[in-house]
């Protein structure tokens, strides 16, 4: 019922910017927190930032100066502006949305977005 749409990935040399983007459609009524997560080859999935409805941010000390996480409650979008990228930032970024409300169904869900990669070169 909820999909997630990333964009914005891509290669870029070390020191440059992307700029990530994550839709959420379908049956949503709403979303509490949106994210971003990455994987790294032969890594663990790792937190990068994440943002609550209220605007409430959460990011890894690797990323903090450098990154900005930003969404837009009425498109039920996520963004996440990376400056000054680093080799060690590559990975594929999962897009997150946790505390998900959908219509005519109870509870709270979580979702996930297909990924998109991430390469820095050096």
């Known amino acids: 019922q909820v999909q997630l749409v990333e964009s914005g990935g891509g290669l870029v040399q070390a020191g440059g910017s992307l700029r990530l983007s994550c839709a959420a459609s379908?049956?949503?009524?709403?979303?509490?927190?949106m994210g971003w997560y990455r994987q790294a080859p032969g890594k663990q999935r790792e937190l990068v930032a994440t943002i609550t409805s209220s605007g409430r941010t959460n990011k890894a000390d690797s990323v903090k100066g450098r990154f900005t996480i930003s969404r837009d409650n009425a498109k039920n979008t996520v963004y996440l502006q990376m400056n000054s990228l680093q080799p060690e930032d590559t990975a594929v970024y999962y897009c997150?949305?946790?505390?998900?409300?959908?219509?005519?169904?109870?509870?709270?869900?979580?979702?996930w977005g297909q990924g998109t990669q991430v390469t820095v070169s050096s």
């Open positions: 379908g049956s949503i009524s709403s979303i509490n927190t």
């Open positions: 997150n949305a946790d505390g998900v409300r959908v219509r005519n169904m109870l509870g709270n869900y979580r979702y």
